[in-house]
């Protein structure tokens, strides 16, 4: 597969062309979770799961996954706003209608509103499943999201199944999610100063970053769905009432950015993600099988005596369906040379491995490193 083969269905064009600069190949492309044919739905007959400890989860089809509000930054709402393709008008006008409400937005780029954060951290058992808390830029015709083509760190590198398991979780959540959100706060930041934005609020947009892990009381206009205007002319200062042009003006800074200037732009924090994005990238890329294994921690979900569904990373939302029999010949596994462990499993149980079933067990950390092991029921 060529370097610019990476999927344009898996990152946005922008975030494509940096990060071909930045991995030595290609990034492939996460099949087993589609928004086009979503896995999590039920199928004719069965009912939305009550809870995730539940044996089979599926979220709610006029949901699906978009029960998250994502902060789209300055320049990523610019590039929305500046993209006058017809058929992309519902997105851009799902965006416009959040700029005139001017709920969560501030020369940063839009935030969820405080009333929106507090009931997606209280509402875990909502997640894929509330209407209530779905993403006002999802569409209803075709179940597709709005600003899919601009969309931002969160929503371009969450997937509820990886093809290669944690391993696939580890590169796209654990290492390239925080190297892109980094970028972003690092460039939206960076396009104000590009403006000369006024000192007063710089000042209001550092203060309320450093307060943003606080508790604060929600305010009764937040509530309400309301903002109040001094407190919004101050963060905005000159721009306000021009708030659309300054997005527009941050896609212009930021669009044509080099990886290399996005480095120099972020800093140490931005260049040492990058590095350990680099180093998930090539786990990735590798398929070999250690040479020591043990039995990792997994959850037995449902046991058959032909298939046992066992959940290890991922809980819920990724199981993975393992032979009985083969679950119980796991014990040979307990650090000894991963070709011994083999050799005694085919001697003794009549079972022969073949190398990719093993990289699939190692994969969904059914088989780690050895230091971590035990296998424990759903009842525990």
């Given at each position: 597969?060529?370097?610019?083969?990476?999927?344009?269905?898996?990152?946005?064009?922008?975030?494509?062309?940096?990060?071909?600069?930045?991995?030595?190949?290609?990034?492939?492309?996460?099949?087993?979770?589609?928004?086009?044919?979503?896995?999590?739905?039920?199928?004719?007959?069965?009912?939305?799961?009550?809870?995730?400890?539940?044996?089979?989860?599926?979220?709610?089809?006029?949901?699906?996954?978009?029960?998250?509000?994502?902060?789209?930054?300055?320049?990523?709402?610019?590039?929305?706003?500046?993209?006058?393709?017809?058929?992309?008008?519902?997105?851009?006008?799902?965006?416009?209608?959040?700029?005139?409400?001017?709920?969560?937005?501030?020369?940063?780029?839009?935030?969820?509103?405080?009333?929106?954060?507090?009931?997606?951290?209280?509402?875990?058992?909502?997640?894929?499943?509330?209407?209530?808390?779905?993403?006002?830029?999802?569409?209803?015709?075709?179940?597709?999201?709005?600003?899919?083509?601009?969309?931002?760190?969160?929503?371009?590198?969450?997937f509820c199944k990886y093809v290669r398991g944690a391993v696939g979780?580890?590169?796209?959540?654990?290492?390239?999610?925080?190297?892109?959100?980094?970028?972003?706060?690092?460039?939206?930041?960076?396009?104000?100063?590009?403006?000369?934005?006024?000192?007063?609020?710089?000042?209001?947009?550092?203060?309320?970053?450093?307060?943003?892990?606080?508790?604060?009381?929600?305010?009764?206009?937040?509530?309400?769905?309301?903002?109040?205007?001094?407190?919004?002319?101050?963060?905005?200062?000159?721009?306000?009432?021009?708030?659309?042009?300054?997005?527009?003006?941050?896609?212009?800074?930021?669009?044509?950015?080099?990886?290399?200037?996005?480095?120099?732009?972020?800093?140490?924090?931005?260049?040492?993600?990058?590095?350990?994005a680099t180093r998930a990238h090539a786990r990735l890329m590798d398929?070999?099988?250690?040479?020591?294994?043990?039995?990792?921690?997994?959850?037995?979900?449902?046991?058959?005596?032909?298939?046992?569904?066992?959940?290890?990373?991922?809980?819920?939302?990724?199981p993975l369906d393992v032979p009985t029999p083969l679950l119980f010949?796991?014990?040979?596994?307990?650090?000894?040379?991963?070709?011994?462990?083999?050799?005694?499993?085919?001697?003794?149980?009549?079972?022969?491995?073949?190398?990719?079933?093993?990289?699939?067990?190692?994969?969904?950390?059914?088989?780690?490193?050895?230091?971590?092991?035990?296998?424990?029921?759903?009842?525990?």
């Open positions: 597969m060529a370097l610019s083969a990476i999927p344009s269905a898996s990152l946005p064009e922008l975030y494509s062309r940096w990060l071909r600069e930045l991995f030595p190949g290609p990034i492939p492309a996460e099949t087993h979770a589609t928004c086009d044919a979503c896995v999590m739905l039920p199928s004719a007959g069965q009912i939305l799961a009550q809870t995730p400890d539940a044996r089979t989860f599926y979220f709610n089809p006029s949901t699906k996954c978009c029960t998250y509000v994502p902060q789209l930054h300055n320049f990523l709402v610019g590039q929305i706003l500046l993209d006058d393709d017809p058929a992309f008008a519902p997105g851009r006008s799902s965006v416009e209608s959040r700029l005139a409400a001017r709920l969560g937005i501030s020369p940063l780029g839009l935030a969820p509103p405080s009333s929106y954060s507090l009931q997606y951290e209280h509402g875990t058992l909502a997640f894929g499943r509330s209407r209530a808390m779905r993403c006002p830029h999802y569409l209803d015709e075709g179940g597709r999201c709005g600003v899919w083509k601009y969309r931002e760190s969160t929503c371009c590198t969450w979780q580890n590169f796209w959540r654990e290492a390239l999610h925080p190297l892109l959100q980094t970028v972003e706060h690092q460039l939206a930041m960076w396009c104000l100063v590009e403006l000369e934005f006024d000192a007063e609020p710089l000042e209001a947009l550092l203060d309320a970053s450093a307060r943003s892990d606080a508790a604060d009381p929600l305010k009764p206009e937040e509530l309400d769905g309301r903002v109040e205007p001094a407190e919004y002319a101050r963060l905005w200062g000159r721009w306000r009432g021009r708030e659309a042009d300054l997005y527009r003006e941050c896609a212009r800074l930021v669009s044509p950015l080099s990886w290399a200037q996005v480095l120099a732009i972020g800093g140490a924090e931005v260049q040492a993600r990058a590095r350990v398929s070999s099988i250690p040479a020591r294994l043990a039995a990792g921690s997994v959850q037995l979900v449902q046991i058959g005596p032909e298939i046992t569904r066992v959940a290890s990373y991922s809980n819920e939302l990724d010949a796991l014990r040979y596994f307990d650090g000894r040379l991963t070709q011994d462990a083999l050799r005694e499993i085919k001697q003794n149980e009549g079972i022969t491995l073949q190398e990719d079933l093993v990289r699939k067990l190692v994969d969904f950390s059914v088989l780690v490193s050895p230091g971590l092991s035990g296998i424990h029921s759903g009842e525990d």
